[in-house]
């Protein structure tokens, strides 16, 4: 499913290499990317070609406030209860699923300028580090569903939206919070 980068484990960066220009005109390249699609709120450099640990997020609507950064090297540190979140990603598009996550993980990263980072996210923007840090390690949002699941909530966006009540009903969206700590 998609293509066969997406299935190859990143590499980490060194300081040095974050801080160099081209880092920095690739993050500005994935940033435009990604806010170019309308849809995605996070891209990994695997869907891009780059082989190595970093992923941007960023948001424009101001209803689910996603600070645009870049995070390089990232790894969860702690991780809180469970939740069950519809992803879609980019690298396959037209295809939504429910998949388990967890509601609350603290990430470790460098930003920009090679600084160690700690954030924390709950909710949505929990369940986006946990799929754009799937993505660098060659992980898909399908690898997380059971087959059961699978055969009962992975559908094509069209079909998704024909039943959306139907398969969101009551149910409340958490958009989460997202801290810079």
Not at 29 to 48: E, F, H, R, W
Not at 148 to 160: A, I, P, Q
């Amino acid at each position: 499913m998609g293509n066969p980068a997406l299935r190859s484990r990143t590499s980490a960066f060194q300081v040095k290499e974050i801080k160099h220009a081209s880092t920095k005109e690739m993050v500005s390249k994935m940033i435009n990317t990604m806010y170019d699609s309308k849809i995605g709120c996070g891209l990994a450099g695997p869907q891009v070609g780059i082989g190595r640990q970093v992923f941007v997020i960023g948001d424009q609507n101001p209803d689910q406030f996603i600070p645009t950064i870049p995070l390089f090297n990232p790894r969860i540190v702690k991780t809180e209860g469970t939740f069950g979140a519809w992803e879609a990603c980019l690298s396959i598009p037209n295809l939504i699923g429910r998949v388990h996550r967890h509601a609350v993980v603290h990430v470790d990263y460098l930003d920009e300028e090679g600084r160690n980072q700690r954030l924390r996210a709950t909710g949505f923007k929990a369940a986006l580090m946990q799929h754009e840090i799937d993505h660098l390690q060659g992980v898909l949002f399908p690898d997380r569903m059971s087959k059961e699941e699978l055969e009962r909530y992975f559908l094509f966006r069209e079909e998704f939206e024909a039943r959306a009540e139907e398969l969101v009903g009551e149910e409340e969206l958490d958009f989460g919070d997202l801290n810079l700590l």
